[in-house]
């Protein structure tokens, strides 16, 4: 473990165990099975992050095209008849008592792509070069919303954002490709690409209360058990809301209720300050490495987790849009688990190896434009 | 980079801002609103009080019945065949049980109550046959049972859904189960049960058992109860076979009611056509609700003792003999030649059967029931000018005696009977001109008021108290049920009645029992009146298109008054032959007077 960084590695392990606990508060009504398999899925996610942490950073760069070519033919490859569908998603391929979502796997490979093309540019990215990441970008994101999985299509813009932004990209670039982005945000919403429950979840925290029984009634039953919850919580098993299954979906997207309701503030403060330290570590990585594949790998984990806690937490407290995002390390399921904790083994790799220097990598262009 | 670091601090300080709001400035409300969530309060019924009788008979009772109710789970799918098969068992139409499952006004989480009162060769036969049955609970519940069956089933009355859903059981409609339901209810316990978000009970958490309701015990004597019914319904049975001197009537009802003078304690109020109380005591049967209500059965749960309004006929003289002698018309020695016939204005009034009685004063005017003498007294009354009160003597008279207002007796609901005037007449003139186009008080209305006919109605209770006032010459405390709950009142000064006139009145009143030619003799043949003298008077009332009404009221004993009993009869004939003899056989209990 030597070089490693404690508090990023730290952060990460306290967050997974926890998520054992509140999966295990959410379903205790159907016994342990739920909490037992998390484990199992924790466990999974320590090889996988110890695959990533100690992988030779210089031969992923060179193999980023090859894993991303693989994760964009398993993305195809569910959306033919080998694809099981769940929650009308055609999303999962089923291997016995497993269950496979590769979108989920794309999330670190897309970031290693970016990141590898960005780094190819040895300055800040210029109008062709962007280009080319949203290419990169449009694949996976085109085939996940065919499942459809608008949230992880969600996820994946947002870490492209994450990494072209600290690759240098030009600000008026950035700001036309914002305007062009949420124009196609309307339009999808308007065109009808997506189904009324779609739209209806989308929108649905805008007007809150309006309808106790139908689509805001997730949203409704999250806030009365995070407000119900108050400073110190009900007490670990103790919630009604989740002893009496009132919040759906809660050992899943909603299981930050779970923290509000049995742990109150103090636990949803410490939930998201574990957050904030991750965040904070990976950050630090990115700021201190000269490898400008490992920055940009770390600046897209930190935008992939970033967006993925605000969204998740926000939409419970119904300040942002629901959609089916996994809040990383607490929510049960393997394939996210996995992938979260391959996504942060990359970033402790990046810590590890490039402890030295302060912005090295980053040419100064790029810093200017982002300082 | 910093601008990546910025951003991120934004997102946590926005959502650490967010939580802080909901945790701590709104978590009172959703506290709440988590907690109504969570619980589903039901409430428990508690066991009514007993009613007991003054000496702790018992007259109605709470008793544990079973109840079966199904389980709101069962499927929809699975319902309707389950009811099918249930309804033979229960004996009661699939589509009944199904409105009963479907009742909107139930519980949408508690088992919907198919029988609250089952026999229990009912439960045996789904106890054995449970295999079948999955999904029907049978449980145990206070019900009302009456040991003594109809007795008295008017005072104790009548039971009805609790109103407002906070209230389990029954509750009070009518007689003593209304006026003392605060005692007699008890209070609610309720089971506080946690619901999961599919509704179904996921544990009890606590709540409070039910607090029984407070026995009430009644002045009413069951043996003077039982007498009194069992008289009035075999007086209404002499008058539907018709005897010698009456046409065969059909006597729908009537009413009896006594009365201790001393304290007001009513010691036994009947009243017919009655009702078996047990029919209403749960779930009411739909053909139960449409017999009692339909016209022919002349409205069995009225309780004409105190809602029935009848004509007194010759029962309301005395007040016309005390309007007289007050008035200074005539002396107890002023004599009058009854020829049977008295003119009035070119019509001719006759007495009763046409009889002449000859010579008569005022004592012997009542024991005979002389129409002519009091024909004389209207008439020479309504040119009486009014003194302080816009009507005449009679109706002043009657004032002091209770008539035209409601007796105050702790039953409800109870008419106030009316008395009409001069300054009434002119009244619903005034106020109904189509109905009553002549608004003048004419020497006739005078004449008829004198013996008690028409616009005059009494209920039988204002006969009874008006004579207990008469014979005691003291204003009688209310009548009342309740035994218990007040301090000892007796009958106080202030009834403003002349001491004199008064026992030339009772004299008469005496005559009317104890001489020979009294109109009441025949039937007090045999009643040891040495012993226990009795003062009363017979009423033959006509009625418009009805038969005539028969009444009589008494008081005894005359020396030293305790008791007034009242007998009223609709459609029966004479007074002396139907009210009579009802009234003798209460006096014979209350006096230990049986020859």
Wanted: glycine content about 12%; some cysteine.
């Amino acid at each position: 473990m030597a070089g490693h960084d404690p508090l990023l590695l730290g952060s990460a392990a306290a967050l997974a165990a926890l998520g054992v606990v509140l999966v295990g508060a959410a379903t205790r009504r159907h016994g342990e099975a739920f909490a037992v398999r998390q484990i199992l899925w924790v466990a999974a996610g320590g090889v996988a992050l110890t695959a990533t942490a100690l992988v030779d950073l210089e031969a992923l760069r060179r193999r980023a095209n090859v894993l991303y070519l693989g994760g964009l033919a398993l993305l195809a490859l569910v959306l033919s008849p080998f694809g099981a569908t769940t929650n009308g998603a055609q999303a999962w391929f089923s291997l016995g008592p497993l269950a496979l979502q590769p979108a989920e796997v794309m999330k670190p490979v897309l970031v290693m792509a970016l990141a590898a093309h960005g780094a190819r540019a040895r300055g800040p990215l210029d109008g062709r070069r962007l280009l080319g990441a949203l290419v990169l970008l449009g694949g996976p994101v085109g085939l996940v919303l065919l499942q459809p999985d608008l949230g992880t299509a969600m996820v994946l813009v947002s870490l492209t954002v994450g990494v072209v932004a600290v690759a240098g990209a030009r600000v008026r670039h950035l700001a036309l490709l914002g305007i062009f982005g949420g124009m196609a945000v309307v339009g999808v919403l308007r065109a009808g690409v997506l189904a009324p429950y779609q739209v209806e979840r989308l929108t649905g925290f805008l007007h809150q209360s309006a309808d106790p029984r139908g689509t805001s009634w997730n949203l409704e039953q999250a806030k009365i058990a995070i407000g119900s919850g108050g400073l110190a919580g009900e007490g670990l098993f103790s919630g009604s809301q989740t002893r009496l299954a009132y919040v759906p979906e809660q050992h899943t997207d909603f299981v930050f209720t779970v923290v509000g309701e049995e742990l109150g503030l103090v636990g949803g403060a410490t939930v998201l300050g574990l957050f904030g330290l991750l965040a904070w570590r990976i950050w630090r990585a990115a700021w201190r490495t000269a490898d400008p594949f490992g920055a940009l790998c770390c600046a897209g984990i930190l935008a992939m987790l970033v967006f993925q806690v605000t969204e998740n937490v926000g939409m419970t407290m119904g300040i942002t849009p629901i959609t089916g995002i996994p809040l990383p390390f607490l929510s049960y399921g393997g394939s996210s688990m996995v992938a979260t904790f391959a996504a942060v083994g990359l970033a402790a790799n990046v810590a590890r190896t490039c402890p030295q220097a302060t912005g090295a990598a980053l040419g100064p262009a790029a810093r200017l434009a982002t300082t | 980079m910093v601008v990546v670091a910025v951003l991120t601090v934004c997102c946590f300080v926005t959502l650490l801002t967010r939580l802080v709001h909901l945790q701590v400035a709104e978590r009172p409300a959703y506290a709440a609103r988590a907690e109504a969530n969570r619980l589903r309060i039901v409430a428990l019924e508690a066991p009514r009080g007993r009613i007991l009788d003054r000496s702790e008979r018992v007259l109605a009772d709470s008793a544990p019945a079973w109840r079966i109710r199904l389980d709101r789970r069962v499927p929809r799918a699975e319902r309707a065949a389950l009811l099918e098969r249930l309804g033979p068992v229960l004996g009661v139409a699939a589509a009944d049980l199904r409105a009963r499952v479907d009742d909107p006004s139930a519980d949408r989480v508690l088992p919907a109550t198919l029988l609250d009162d089952a026999p229990d060769d009912v439960v045996l036969a789904l106890r054995e046959r449970a295999a079948e049955f999955d999904g029907v609970e049978i449980d145990s519940h206070p019900i009302r049972r009456y040991p003594r069956g109809r007795l008295a089933a008017h005072v104790l009355g009548t039971l009805g859904a609790a109103p407002g859903p906070g209230r389990a059981g029954r509750a009070g409609t009518s007689g003593v189960e209304a006026a003392f339901d605060q005692l007699l209810a008890g209070r609610a316990g309720e089971d506080r049960i946690e619901v999961d978000s599919a509704g179904r009970p996921a544990g009890r958490t606590g709540g409070r058992s039910a607090v029984p309701g407070r026995d009430v015990r009644l002045t009413i004597d069951l043996d003077v109860q039982a007498v009194a019914e069992q008289a009035l319904a075999d007086g209404m049975a002499l008058a539907r076979s018709g005897v010698p001197g009456t046409d065969a009537s059909p006597a729908p009802g009537g009413a009896v009611a006594a009365i201790d003078l001393r304290d007001g304690s009513v010691l036994a109020l009947a009243s017919a056509p009655t009702f078996d109380p047990a029919t209403l005591a749960g779930r009411i049967r739909a053909d139960t609700w449409a017999a009692l209500h339909d016209p022919a059965a002349h409205a069995p749960l009225t309780n004409r003792a105190l809602q029935g309004l009848y004509a007194p006929g010759s029962t309301f003289k005395p007040v016309t003999a005390l309007a007289a002698l007050g008035a200074g018309l005539v002396t107890p020695a002023t004599v009058v030649d009854d020829r049977g016939t008295y003119l009035l204005g070119g019509r001719l009034l006759q007495n009763a059967q046409g009889r002449a009685h000859g010579k008569v004063d005022l004592a012997r005017a009542l024991a005979v029931s002389s129409d002519v003498y009091f024909y004389g007294l209207g008439d020479r009354l309504a040119r009486v000018p009014p003194g302080t009160t816009a009507d005449g003597p009679i109706q002043a008279i009657a004032g002091r005696l209770g008539f035209g207002r409601p007796t105050g007796i702790d039953l409800g609901p109870e008419a106030a009977g009316r008395v009409p005037g001069p300054a009434s007449r002119w009244a619903a003139h005034e106020r109904r001109p189509a109905d009553v186009p002549d608004g003048r008080w004419y020497p006739g209305d005078n004449v008829n008021l004198a013996i008690g006919q028409g616009d005059l109605l009494v209920t039988p209770l204002q006969l009874a108290m008006a004579y207990g006032t008469l014979a005691t010459g003291l204003v009688p405390p209310a009548p009342h049920v309740l035994a218990d709950g007040r301090g000892p009142m007796g009958p106080r000064p202030g009834a403003g009645l002349d001491a004199a006139a008064r026992q030339a009145v009772l004299a008469g009143l005496a005559g009317a029992v104890g001489s020979k030619e009294g109109t009441a003799a025949a039937a007090f043949a045999g009643f040891p009146l040495d012993r226990v003298p009795v003062e009363g008077k017979t009423g033959t009332a006509q009625v418009n298109g009805r038969g005539d009404t028969s009444l009589f009221v008494a008081v005894a004993p005359a020396n030293n008054p305790q008791f007034v009993v009242v007998a009223v009869v609709e459609e029966a004939g004479f007074g002396s032959v139907v009210a009579a003899p009802i009234v003798r056989k209460v006096l014979e209990v209350l006096t230990g007077g049986r020859p």
